[in-house]
């Protein structure tokens, strides 16, 4: 399996506390990699430091060959990585489509020459744009709450249009943080089975979650982690069932 993501000895410190301890791990293509471990295990922190929201104080971060630590976060997000966050980042007085419309990378407006000289160009864009949220929200289930206010949904189609924005930047690979945290068993059923079909569609993931049914259903391997270190990595069955994981946290 090729190799997407490589994290390679990142150490993080917070006035002395680690929050990554020479943690390296890998991230093959379509797959689902699940990261599992207390609060306060580094976990965050690391999808901090892959999309430039944190510099480590050493290591590398390699994604399609491509070096990580010396660019800006809109940048990863142009080269092909989304993220959530735990509290979703929503513009909640904007209607839902306008959310996902916002969502989409190198978009033709932006420039400033598109603007005065090529305004068809830009109608154009805006219209497939258009078109692709809608498919996504279609495939959502909320096609219906376009012109609603992003702030109306209910908690869990709001953690469910948040996964569809950062499907609209058509990344390689989305970093998922607790993407089923507080929703409703319908909801985590739908949120889970659009995840579990990203693979299928060119996808990898990278998700963080407390859920251990959802993890075990959901992942091709799993990373434990613990103060900042990698304790267990394996399958779903081998991580599980590994007494340091069981001793530390499942019990």
Do not use: W
């Not at 976990?43 to 050493?58: A, D, I, M, Q």
């Amino acid at each position: 399996m090729s190799k997407l993501l490589q994290i390679s000895h990142l150490n993080k410190s917070f006035d002395g506390i680690t929050a990554l301890d020479d943690f390296s791990c890998e991230v093959g293509e379509n797959e689902i990699l699940g990261l599992i471990g207390p609060n306060g295990a580094g976990k965050s922190t690391l999808f901090n430091v892959v999309t430039g929201f944190l510099n480590p104080e050493n290591g590398n971060v390699k994604f399609d060959n491509k070096e990580l630590l010396s660019l800006q976060s809109h940048s990863i997000v142009n080269l092909g990585i989304s993220r959530t966050f735990q509290d979703l980042r929503l513009i909640r007085q904007l209607t839902v489509l306008d959310n996902m419309l916002l969502s989409f990378q190198n978009n033709v407006g932006e420039n400033l020459l598109n603007v005065f000289g090529t305004p068809s160009k830009i109608n154009l864009f805006e219209k497939e744009n258009i078109k692709r949220s809608l498919e996504l929200l279609e495939y959502a289930g909320i096609e219906d709450k376009k012109n609603d206010l992003a702030g109306s949904l209910s908690y869990g189609q709001q953690k469910l249009l948040r996964v569809m924005c950062c499907l609209a930047a058509d990344p390689k690979i989305l970093l998922l943080d607790e993407p089923i945290a507080g929703v409703n068993p319908e909801m985590r059923n739908k949120i889970l089975k659009i995840i579990s079909e990203l693979p299928s569609k060119g996808k990898s993931i990278v998700l963080i979650d407390h859920d251990m049914d959802f993890i075990r259903g959901i992942c091709n391997r799993i990373i434990f982690m613990d103060a900042g270190k990698k304790i267990s990595e394996g399958t779903p069955g081998e991580v599980l069932n590994n007494p340091r994981v069981i001793e530390a946290y499942l019990e």
